[in-house]
T-cell receptor
Framework: EPEVTQTPSHQVTQMGQEVILRCVPI?????FYWYRQILGQKVEFLVS????????KSEIFDDQFSVERPDGSNFTLKIRSTKLEDSAMYFC??????????FGSGTQLSVL | DQQVKQNSPSLSVQEGRISILNCDYT??????FLWYKKYPAEGPTFLIS?????DKNEDGRFTVFLNKSAKHLSLHIVPSQPGDSAVYFC???????????FGTGTSLTVIP
C-alpha cells in the first residue's frame, strides 16, 4: 500500500536556525497538508497546498513558514528562524479530494 | 477556538467489552467526520468516516454514530482488543474547504 514518507524522523536544531522538513506524498494525491502536534495537545492544521499554491493556512503559519513542491514529488516545510515553541511533531498528509487524509509518520522537531 | 472537542483524555476498558469514544463539534457546517488512530511515534491512521447524510457507519468491530442535532459523534469498538490501545482522534471538515479540524484525542487502554 502506498505511503506518505517523511524525513528526517527526528530533527534537533538551535533556536534561530532554519529547518526543512521533507515529505514524499502518495503519487496520485492532489492536496497536500502540514499538521503539527505539540506534546500533549491537539493535532493542529498548518497549511494546505493544491495546484502548486497554498489553498488554506492557519494563524500558526506565519511568515517564518513556507512550503514548496519543487519537483512534483517532494513537499517541504521550511521554518526560517526556529523558536522554542516550534518544537512539535510535524505531520505531512495528502488526499485526492475532500476525502480521508493519509498521514506520514512525522518528524519530531526539537528546538534547543 | 476549538471546533472539535474530545472531553475525555483517557479511557480504560477490559478486553472483550465495548469501548465508546465521544466527540463534540461546534461548527454546523461540518459535513464529513473521521476517526483516526495513532500509536506512539507514528502518524495518525484512518479508521472510519461518516458523512452528514448518514447517522451510522459500520466497519467490522468499529461503528461511528453521528447525531447532527446534538453535534455529537461517537466511535464504538466491540469487542475491544489489547491492540486497540492507542490515541483516537476525531476530525471534521466542511465540503467547501479542505481543512480538517482535529480534536485533542482520547487515549484508549484495553486491559487484557
Amino acid at each position: 500500500e502506498p505511503e506518505v514518507t517523511q524525513t528526517p524522523s527526528h530533527q534537533v536544531t538551535q533556536m534561530g536556525q532554519e529547518v526543512i522538513l521533507r515529505c514524499v506524498p502518495i503519487s496520485n494525491h492532489l492536496y497536500f497538508y502540514w499538521y503539527r502536534q505539540i506534546l500533549g495537545q491537539k493535532v493542529e492544521f498548518l497549511v494546505s497546498f493544491y495546484n502548486n499554491e497554498i489553498s488554506e493556512k492557519s494563524e500558526i503559519f506565519d511568515d517564518q513558514f513556507s512550503v514548496e513542491r519543487p519537483d512534483g514529488s517532494n513537499f517541504t516545510l521550511k521554518i526560517r528562524s526556529t523558536k522554542l515553541e516550534d518544537s512539535a511533531m510535524y505531520f505531512c498528509a495528502g488526499n485526492r479530494d475532500n476525502e480521508k487524509l493519509f498521514f506520514g509518520s512525522g518528524t519530531q522537531l526539537s528546538v534547543l | 477556538d476549538q471546533q472539535v472537542k474530545q472531553n475525555s483524555p483517557s479511557l480504560s476498558v477490559q478486553e472483550g467489552r465495548i469501548s465508546i469514544l465521544n466527540c463534540d463539534y461546534t461548527n454546523s457546517m461540518f459535513d464529513y467526520f473521521l476517526w483516526y488512530k495513532k500509536y506512539p511515534a507514528e502518524g495518525p491512521t484512518f479508521l472510519i468516516s461518516i458523512s452528514s447524510i448518514k447517522d451510522k457507519n459500520e466497519d467490522g468491530r468499529f461503528t461511528v454514530f453521528l447525531n447532527k442535532s446534538a453535534k455529537h459523534l461517537s466511535l464504538h469498538i466491540v469487542p475491544s482488543q489489547p491492540g486497540d490501545s492507542a490515541v483516537y482522534f476525531c476530525a471534521a471538515s466542511e465540503n467547501t474547504g479542505n481543512q480538517f479540524y482535529f480534536g485533542t484525542g482520547t487515549s484508549l487502554t484495553v486491559i487484557p
